[in-house]
């Protein structure tokens, strides 16, 4: 594994300036973007910023939200900013169900149909499409995708190259399939992404922001980097965090968190 | 399937001699008990009631929860309980991680260790234990079983006469692999109980009280139902909601509205 990449998300009030001299200062190499921050930082600035200070962007997020309108001008316009971003990985949350459907089996097929539509652009412009399995609490209104399993079964129709999976510890933890899973994603070389966040209880209302920095919850950080390390996989590890608390803290104090539970977690 | 039963946790403010005369009135034929409640108002008492105006107890909950220190004891007194009222099935939420522990596996081999060790019990009493896997957000605090397929790896080793799983629509319907679960749970003869609640969302504060009414959310009741049906099931269908806007109503009315959901679900 590369090491250490800090995802924009976890350091929300962070300007861009601000994440990446942030990043610079205590030596980290490389960050995750966000397409809303960047889009209002301006594109190409950010691209340049990150490149003049000799940063790799691990990941982008996201493309997906395949159930929306404009879903194909949308994930077209999200592969080009990854692009010009210089990131090979652009994060895919795949939408819930569309309007008052309950017919999951569908909007499954459509999110593989839809990514299939985008591989040809994914290709060419050398940017992956990376599945991302998000809890199944998220199911109904925010990704249909819900296991690594369903993820890899998306994917296979499509060369590694083109589409591959997120693997996200907050998502996958409490999935007892999850270590055959990681081994078949990396023995098909189709893991686009590692990421970091523990499961801290209660969750909050609206659950989207109740992440743990890695070492304060229940999830088992070491095996899970052991699992994908094993794989051979050689990107970075996210640390991707979303909780108020740990936003209205000062960002180079949850960087310094984040990188001690990386750390702790590949130790 | 025998026809519609009201667990007692879905209008949690009617006193169990509400529910009982509400049932009645209206010709609902069986009722799910909660523990904590039948024992507020005695169990001798509570039998005799029920046994006296003609309702059938489809459900106890429940066991559990075996990292507690006397799991033991209590689980033995639940299996009593059980039978006391006349019912043959005993509702097992297993407990979440123990303490600070991150080993799931291990807490997982605990669940099924405990259950071994009151099949004896359970056999004696003429009450069958029902693993009900709990939706994967409760994983860590409440049930470290979470999905059909470990409910009924967990009864392997055991008579299906001793243990059974609980198909509830709440925790199961993101599993795409529960159709052939559920099947698999009824060729087994391992189906203790199906309970019907709906998914909606925002989830409150804790997830605990977020369920909706059958036919208020985005789960494909009428899908389960038929799968349910086919196994040969016949036991009846509980409703069991938990929220405090569905609570704050007057009974008689979320019973009736529980029943639409139910027919509209068998349908």
């Keep these: 594994m590369k090491g250490f990449s800090l995802n924009q998300a976890t350091t929300k009030y962070w300007s861009l300036d601000e994440l990446v001299s942030g990043c610079v200062s205590v030596g980290v190499s490389a960050v995750g973007l966000w397409r809303e921050e960047v889009t209002a930082f301006g594109t190409e600035k950010a691209a340049s910023l990150v490149r003049d200070q000799g940063l790799t962007v691990s990941s982008l997020c996201r493309g997906g939200f395949f159930h929306d309108e404009n879903w194909y001008d949308e994930n077209r316009r ?41 591989v040809p652009d994914a290709l060419a412009a050398g940017v992956r499409l ?22 890899l079964h998306l994917a296979s129709p499509y060369p590694a190259s083109a589409v591959g999976v997120v693997i996200d510890t907050y998502h996958l933890w409490w999935d007892d399939t999850v270590w055959d899973g990681i081994a078949r994603a990396g023995a098909e070389g189709r893991i686009a992404a590692f990421q970091l966040a523990d ?57 310094a968190e984040a990188i001690a539970g990386y750390e702790a977690a590949v130790a």
Excluded: Y
């Design 199 to 255: 499961w801290i209880t209660p969750l909050p209302s609206g659950v989207l922001l109740g992440r743990g920095l890695p070492g304060t919850g229940a999830i088992d950080m070491k095996r899970f980097a052991s699992a994908v390390r094993e794989t051979g996989f050689d990107g970075f590890v996210e640390v991707e965090v979303f909780h108020e608390e740990v936003w209205s803290r000062p960002g180079a104090s949850v960087l």
């Design 130 to 151: 990376a599945i991302e399995p998000l809890h199944p609490m998220f199911c109904s209104d925010r990704c249909v995708v819900s296991t690594l399993d369903q993820a």
């Design 78 to 118: 999200a592969i080009e900013q990854a692009a010009n971003l210089g990131t090979d990985t652009l994060v895919l949350v795949s939408g819930g169900l569309p309007g008052s459907s309950r017919d999951l089996d569908s909007a499954r097929r459509h999110v593989g149909d839809a990514i299939g539509a985008l």
